[in-house]
Structures are given as structure tokens and as C-alpha cells.
């Protein structure tokens, strides 16, 4: 009975879990529950032309290791932002258990905003155990670039959740932006930031991502 009690409680607590984030975020909706090639909105942001390729992957048995390999590619347009990501992880061990060869120094997500004159990339890696799990950069080509990492801890959690619970982008160690994947969905965007079209459309793209080998051992 007492385990019982203690697995209704720890469900509870996991089915309330909300990120601290300001009063004027944004709701998602398409996010949780999504359906394939179904469109995302928040605010004044949505996605149109929404193509989501399907999961290729691979497992090789060379003998002594096993090599494994998931990638996937979606495409939209977030209002007039054309938007790219490729999603890609290539693993090896034996018995179910993998680790990452590149030990973290290959992007596990790219993508590409294209607004005409301005191009912006989107790299997140592994970082390995511990949080937060992934870490990557937006960047303008030739411009600056933006701070974007993994968020595992939540008001009322005593310890930090293994997966994700959403992403913050940090301008010089100050966020401007929060994805919160849990849940529907939410997005902050700092209202006085000029970028916020771009903000807009990396939001949805960590929306739409999912880590092809969650729970893989690092």
C-alpha cells in the first residue's frame, strides 16, 4: 500500500510539473499531443507547409559492437521564416546499452532559418550525464551568437529530471527566451528583444524536436 501511495503521489507531482516562467507566455497549440505534419501555433506564430520525414534508422552487428543509427529531417515555414533541422544520432555497444563514439562533439540537432537576407543556425549536443543534457548555439552567420541549453529542474521537483522538461536561449547569461516542451507547451519571448520572429521560429523547432535515443547511456 505504501508503495502505492508513494507511485500516486510521484505520478501527481509529474502531471503538475510546470517550468517558472513569466505570466505573459505564450500557450502551444499542436504541441503535446502532436500529430504528424500538423501545424504549431503560439502568439502570432504558426507554422504553414509543415513536412516531417520519417525516422530512418539502422542496427549493424559488426561482431563485437553494435552500431546503430536514427536521423530525421523536417521542413516549414514559421510566418515568413523558412526553417530546416535535421535530427541525427549514430550510437555503438552491445546489449542494448550504447554510448555516443563522438562523446558528445557531433550536433544531435541542426537547423537552418533563412529570412531572405538573414541566415540563422540552430546546433544542440549531447553534453553527456548530468544537466543540462544538451547544450548548442544560435547563431546569426556573421553575426552573434546565442547561448541555448536543456532545463531539468521545475518549482516543487527536489531533484532534477533525466530528460528535458524544455530549453532556454541566454543573451550573455540572460534569458531571453523559454521553451517549456512539458505539458501542452509554453513560450517566453522577451518582448524588448528586435530578434523575436527568429526566437519564434527556434522555438518551434525544440517544440518539434525529439531526441532519437532518449534515455541512451553516456
Given at each position: 500500500m505504501k508503495r502505492v501511495l508513494l507511485l500516486v503521489l510521484f505520478l501527481t507531482a509529474c502531471a503538475t510539473v510546470k517550468l517558472d516562467l513569466p505570466p505573459d507566455a505564450y500557450a502551444v497549440q499542436g504541441a503535446n499531443?502532436?500529430?504528424?505534419?500538423?501545424?504549431?501555433?503560439?502568439?502570432?506564430?504558426?507554422?504553414?507547409?509543415?513536412?516531417?520525414?520519417?525516422?530512418?534508422?539502422?542496427?549493424?552487428d559488426t561482431g563485437i559492437l553494435q552500431i546503430a543509427k536514427a536521423d530525421q529531417a523536417y521542413r516549414m515555414k514559421v510566418n515568413d521564416i523558412v526553417v530546416e533541422c535535421h535530427t541525427r544520432e549514430l550510437v555503438v555497444g552491445r546489449a542494448e546499452i550504447f554510448v555516443d563514439p563522438t562523446f558528445g562533439q557531433e550536433p544531435l540537432l541542426v537547423c537552418g532559418f533563412d529570412r531572405g537576407r538573414t541566415q540563422t543556425v540552430l546546433a544542440l549536443k549531447r553534453t553527456g550525464k548530468g544537466e543540462p543534457s544538451l547544450r548548442g548555439e544560435l547563431r546569426e552567420i556573421g553575426g552573434p551568437s546565442l547561448d541555448v541549453q536543456s532545463l531539468h529542474r521545475a518549482p516543487g521537483l527536489a531533484v532534477a529530471?533525466?530528460?528535458?522538461?524544455?530549453y532556454e536561449i541566454l543573451r550573455d547569461g540572460t534569458r531571453i527566451a523559454v521553451v517549456e516542451t512539458i505539458n501542452s507547451g509554453r513560450v517566453w519571448i522577451d518582448p524588448t528583444v528586435a530578434n523575436r520572429d527568429t526566437l519564434?521560429?527556434?522555438?518551434?523547432?525544440l517544440l518539434l524536436f525529439k531526441d532519437p535515443n532518449a534515455g541512451t547511456v553516456d
Open positions: 499531443p502532436h500529430r504528424w505534419n500538423q501545424p504549431l501555433s503560439f502568439g502570432t506564430w504558426s507554422t504553414s507547409n509543415l513536412n516531417e520525414g520519417t525516422t530512418r534508422s539502422f542496427l549493424a529530471s533525466g530528460e528535458p522538461f524544455g519564434a521560429a527556434a522555438a518551434t523547432a
